[in-house]
């Protein structure tokens, strides 16, 4: 399926598969933003949508939009049409509900973001801000002309903000906690990052660090290649009992990470925790080697073991990335206890258009009081900060 509307000067494409559109050029525009992510890729959003992951029958109808000038493609966006609000890590379900009791409809709505990966990073692609304006006209077209309550951006980067804004999109921080490296001079190893932190917090993970080798366990990191279809296997095994133990379902499938090793497979580091022999744990980062970061994406275990996830998911990514000379790491959405790990908070931001006047307005003084809220808070959390003074 293709929609198009035009002018003398370009044209904007709908598009139903991501398979329609052309790869390199798609990576091309991607390559040339600030603040590019593995996960805007198009071989990313293709495996979710062709491993049945992110798609119409899970709530998620691809309509990607294209900016064609000349016959190439000059700007883009992942788009969805949205029937629920899973996945998003942008929390609206109280607009939804509000929606409802005044008898109006909030989905589908449209969505501009990747699925279930709450990184920031560039979302409207493009080379200029015209055309990042074009986009986000784009979607409020398509909002209205089907009838759609809003449209929607999430974790976008300094100049998406600014196109939104522009447009007199609303805007809304949330808080994420990621770990920097130490600059000019890198951490030498974790415990030089040790020696950095307060008393308190370093003797806590040491102490944590120590519960989990006490217990037995001990770990393997797998890079790339290395990552095998039997520790992929066990890596899902894992993830899989982990979201049924909190009575969920995965979003991903396991056809989707079996394209990832396809098709981009220095993207990952798999951390497997053993004991006894048997693989008990497995946490999942995936690796951008360019731009020398990491993001802690995906954590399941077969057994429960005291503070295992936190040696898994933190302590253990953190001296890869001192060991690897990287840059950041990303611990993901939410999550306070991050900051005793070393993790600081960041401000992440969204945009959004409704076509309701009124609900535009009452969620605008909404956001509004929600930001001051947001600025204060993140005030708090700095003050409380895991590094010594200086």
Same mark, same amino acid.
């Given at each position: 399926?293709?929609?198009?509307?035009?002018?003398?000067?370009?044209?904007?494409?709908?598009?139903?598969?991501?398979?329609?559109?052309?790869?390199?050029?798609?990576?091309?525009?991607?390559?040339?933003?600030?603040?590019?992510?593995?996960?805007?890729?198009?071989?990313?959003?293709?495996?979710?949508?062709?491993?049945?992951?992110?798609?119409?029958?899970?709530?998620?109808?691809?309509?990607?939009?294209?900016?064609?000038?000349?016959? $190439?493609?000059?700007? =883009?966006?992942?788009?969805?049409?949205? @029937?629920?609000?899973? %996945? /998003?890590?942008?929390?609206?379900? !109280? &607009?939804?509900?509000?929606?409802?009791?005044?008898?109006?409809?909030?989905?589908?709505?449209?969505?501009?973001?990747?699925?279930?990966?709450?990184?920031?990073?560039?979302?409207?692609?493009?080379?200029?801000?015209?055309?990042?304006?074009?986009?986000?006209?784009?979607?409020?077209?398509?909002?209205?002309?089907?009838?759609?309550?809003?449209?929607?951006?999430?974790?976008?980067?300094?100049?998406?903000?600014?196109?939104?804004?522009?447009?007199?999109?609303?805007?809304?921080?949330?808080?994420?906690?990621?770990?920097?490296?130490?600059?000019?001079?890198?951490?030498?190893?974790?415990?030089?990052?040790?020696?950095?932190?307060?008393?308190?917090?370093?003797?806590?993970?040491?102490?944590? $660090?120590?519960?989990? =080798?006490?217990?037995?366990?001990?770990? @393997?990191?797998?890079? %790339? /290649?290395?990552?095998?279809?039997? !520790? &992929?296997?066990?890596?899902?095994?894992?993830?899989?009992?982990?979201?049924?133990?909190?009575?969920?379902?995965?979003?991903?499938?396991?056809?989707?990470?079996?394209?990832?090793?396809?098709?981009?497979?220095?993207?990952?580091?798999?951390?497997?925790?053993?004991?006894?022999?048997?693989?008990?744990?497995?946490?999942?980062?995936?690796?951008?080697?360019?731009?020398?970061?990491?993001?802690?994406?995906?954590?399941?275990?077969?057994?429960?073991?005291?503070?295992?996830?936190?040696?898994?998911?933190?302590?253990?990514?953190?001296?890869?990335?001192?060991?690897?000379?990287?840059?950041?790491?990303?611990?993901?959405?939410?999550?306070?206890?991050?900051?005793?790990?070393?993790?600081?908070?960041?401000?992440?931001?969204?945009?959004?258009?409704?076509?309701?006047?009124?609900?535009?307005?009452?969620?605008?003084?909404?956001?509004?009081?929600?930001?001051?809220?947001?600025?204060?808070?993140?005030?708090?959390?700095?003050?409380?900060?895991?590094?010594?003074?200086?």
């Amino acid at each position: 399926m293709r929609r198009e509307t035009g002018s003398n000067d370009y044209v904007i494409q709908v598009y139903a598969d991501p398979a329609d559109i052309d790869a390199t050029q798609w990576n091309d525009l991607l390559e040339a933003q600030p603040s590019a992510t593995p996960f805007m890729r198009l071989e990313y959003l293709r495996a979710l949508h062709d491993s049945g992951s992110a798609t119409a029958e899970t709530g998620w109808t691809p309509q990607f939009l294209g900016l064609v000038e000349a016959g $190439r493609l000059v700007a =883009a966006c992942p788009l969805y049409l949205k @029937t629920h609000s899973y %996945g /998003e890590y942008v929390f609206d379900w !109280a &607009w939804a509900d509000a929606y409802q009791r005044h008898g109006l409809h909030y989905y589908p709505k449209l969505l501009a973001a990747v699925p279930f990966t709450p990184v920031p990073g560039a979302r409207l692609l493009a080379r200029t801000p015209q055309h990042r304006r074009v986009l986000l006209a784009a979607m409020q077209q398509l909002a209205r002309d089907a009838g759609h309550s809003s449209a929607h951006l999430l974790f976008m980067d300094d100049a998406d903000q600014a196109a939104a804004r522009q447009s007199g999109w609303l805007m809304r921080s949330t808080v994420q906690f990621h770990w920097h490296n130490r600059e000019p001079e890198a951490y030498r190893d974790f415990a030089d990052f040790l020696a950095g932190l307060q008393r308190d917090k370093r003797k806590k993970i040491q102490q944590e $660090r120590r519960r989990v =080798a006490d217990a037995g366990v001990s770990f @393997t990191e797998l890079q %790339g /290649e290395a990552i095998d279809g039997a !520790a &992929w296997d066990h890596f899902y095994r894992c993830y899989r009992h982990t979201y049924r133990a909190h009575h969920s379902t995965p979003y991903l499938t396991r056809d989707f990470f079996a394209r990832m090793a396809d098709v981009m497979p220095d993207h990952w580091l798999l951390i497997v925790a053993m004991r006894a022999g048997q693989r008990i744990a497995a946490s999942l980062i995936a690796l951008d080697p360019e731009r020398r970061t990491a993001y802690g994406r995906y954590w399941g275990a077969l057994e429960a073991v005291d503070c295992l996830h936190f040696d898994a998911c933190y302590y253990r990514p953190l001296a890869w990335c001192i060991a690897h000379g990287y840059r950041r790491f990303e611990g993901g959405a939410q999550g306070e206890h991050k900051m005793a790990r070393g993790l600081m908070p960041v401000p992440t931001s969204s945009a959004h258009w409704l076509a309701h006047p009124q609900f535009a307005a009452a969620i605008g003084e909404y956001l509004q009081s929600e930001g001051e809220g947001m600025a204060r808070y993140l005030d708090e959390l700095e003050a409380h900060a895991p590094y010594k003074h200086g």
